[in-house]
Nanobody
Framework: QVHLVESGGGLVQAGGSLRLSCAAS????????MGWFRQAPGKEREFVAA????????YYTDSVKVRFTISRDNAKNTVYLQMNSLKPEDTAVYYC????????????????????WGQGTQVTVSS
C-alpha cells in the first residue's frame, strides 16, 4: 500500500509562486511514476504534470508549460511541483498520484493509469 501526503498549498496573489510537495510511504518510491492533477470547483479532475521513475521524462499540460516544473527526490520519497506565475485559473485542489508497476520511462496523463492518490492540497490564486 502506498500512502501519499500533499503539502504546500495556500493562498497567493496572481503572479506569485508556490511549491507543492508530495511525500510517499510504502513500497518503492523510486519505481513509481508520479503525477500531479488538479480539480477546480464544479470541474473534473485534470492532469497537470507527470514524471518518470528517474525524473528523466516529464510531461505537462499545455496551460502550465513553462510556468510549472515537476521534480522528484527519490532519496526523500518526495515529488514536487514548483508553480510560478500563478493565475486565478490555477485555483484548485491539487492531488499527487502514483503509477506503480510501470516501465522506467513511462508516464501518463490519464487518471485511470494511476493507482494511488493523496488527499489533496488547496491552492487559491487571488486576482
Amino acid at each position: 500500500q502506498v500512502h501519499l501526503v500533499e503539502s504546500g498549498g495556500g493562498l497567493v496573489q496572481a503572479g506569485g509562486s508556490l511549491r507543492l510537495s508530495c511525500a510517499a510511504s510504502g513500497g518503492t518510491f523510486s519505481r513509481y511514476a508520479m503525477g500531479w492533477f488538479r480539480q477546480a470547483p464544479g470541474k473534473e479532475r485534470e492532469f497537470v504534470a507527470a514524471i518518470s521513475w528517474s525524473g528523466g521524462s516529464t510531461y505537462y499540460t499545455d496551460s502550465v508549460k513553462v510556468r510549472f516544473t515537476i521534480s522528484r527526490d527519490n532519496a526523500k520519497n518526495t515529488v514536487y511541483l514548483q508553480m510560478n506565475s500563478l493565475k486565478p485559473e490555477d485555483t484548485a485542489v491539487y492531488y499527487c498520484a502514483a503509477g506503480v508497476g510501470v516501465a522506467s520511462g513511462e508516464i501518463s496523463a490519464r487518471r485511470t493509469w494511476y493507482s494511488y492518490w493523496g488527499q489533496g492540497t488547496q491552492v487559491t490564486v487571488s486576482s
